[in-house]
């Protein structure tokens, strides 16, 4: 196992296990999987041998699948540090028994899973924390099954947001000492709505529309933060490695990996935080808004067939 996914793994890790324990992370997430976003048939999932691939600590992908009625998952990341929360995860539902396998594998290298072995595989979250897109795409395509599907979302290009986030904030966590010092020992729910507090008090007090406007719209933005937000947050900075492709790169992708068809979905996420403004745009990813702060968008998200 490289550096690279080591630290990805590490840090991941503690993301998750937040996450795990975040009611606003565990309800948007959990049933984040489902035929209808996937745009497959209610029961495309009984029966079907799956793989999820860069499971995660919280092994989301494979709660969604077992829930759908997959006959058995073989969930894997890079090292064995997600088995303890993975596990402790499947063996609370008592419908999941003998239906899950967790594997050690590296989706850039050889993956232990036979040729024309799985019926759908999962690759949710990963993508652009990794330098091997090509590998994983190949060896997503060895694994299948003629005719089977698989789920691939990637970070889009471009944008004011898209690059704000991707660019100019990261950039700003590894240059800039007052913000990275903010973020690694500070950043919280409170110490954010201080930050706004503070900023509501330094407002010239002069009974003006544009001064009770504002306390307003810091209110309301106080009131728009909380624990999955943080933790969008830190993925964002955090990791080693958060890399943009446009559409039109990974679709080359998936023909040099072999794949001749493919179609994008998108939906409205759920958030209840300041997120939830821009949920609509992660949908309707056309649009020229959408468009104009998040170029490909934000996430592209892809059913794949071999």
Not at 31 to 52: H, P, Q, R, S
Not at 157 to 164: P, R, Y
Not at 258 to 275: A, H
Not at 278 to 291: D, H, T
Request: hydrophobic share 35%.
């Amino acid at each position: 196992m490289d550096n690279l996914a080591a630290n990805s793994r590490k840090i991941f890790h503690k993301i998750h296990i937040k996450q795990k324990d975040c009611k606003e992370a565990t309800h948007r997430m959990i049933n984040f999987l489902n035929t209808d976003f996937l745009k497959l048939e209610k029961d495309y999932f009984v029966g079907k041998i799956c793989a999820d691939l860069g499971c995660g600590s919280a092994a989301v992908g494979t709660v969604n699948m077992l829930n759908m009625n997959a006959k058995y998952v073989y969930l894997s990341d890079v090292n064995d540090s997600f088995f303890e929360s993975a596990r402790e995860v499947l063996n609370a539902n008592q419908e999941f028994k003998n239906r899950w396998q967790t594997n050690i594998a590296d989706a850039t290298k050889t993956l232990p899973y036979e040729d024309k072995s799985m019926d759908f595989v999962l690759a949710q979250g990963f993508f652009q924390h990794m330098e091997n897109e090509e590998k994983v795409l190949s060896e997503i395509y060895r694994i299948l099954k003629p005719g089977g599907k698989a789920y691939v979302d990637i970070v889009g290009k471009g944008g004011l947001i898209g690059n704000f986030v991707m660019k100019t904030m990261r950039d700003e966590y590894k240059n800039n000492r007052s913000f990275k010092e903010y973020i690694e020992k500070d950043l919280s729910v409170s110490s954010l709505k201080k930050v706004i507090c503070g900023m509501k008090d330094a407002i010239e007090k002069d009974d003006s529309n544009s001064y009770k406007n504002c306390v307003k719209f810091l209110d309301s933005l106080s009131d728009l933060i909380d624990e999955d937000l943080i933790l969008t947050i830190e993925d964002r900075l955090y990791a080693p490695l958060y890399r943009q492709t446009s559409e039109k790169q990974f679709i080359d992708k998936l023909k040099n990996a072999g794949f001749l068809e493919w179609y994008r979905i998108s939906r409205k996420p759920s958030y209840q935080n300041i997120r939830k403004i821009l949920a609509p745009l992660y949908e309707n990813y056309n649009s020229q808004l959408a468009k104009i702060l998040f170029g490909d968008g934000g996430v592209m998200n892809f059913v794949i067939t071999k």
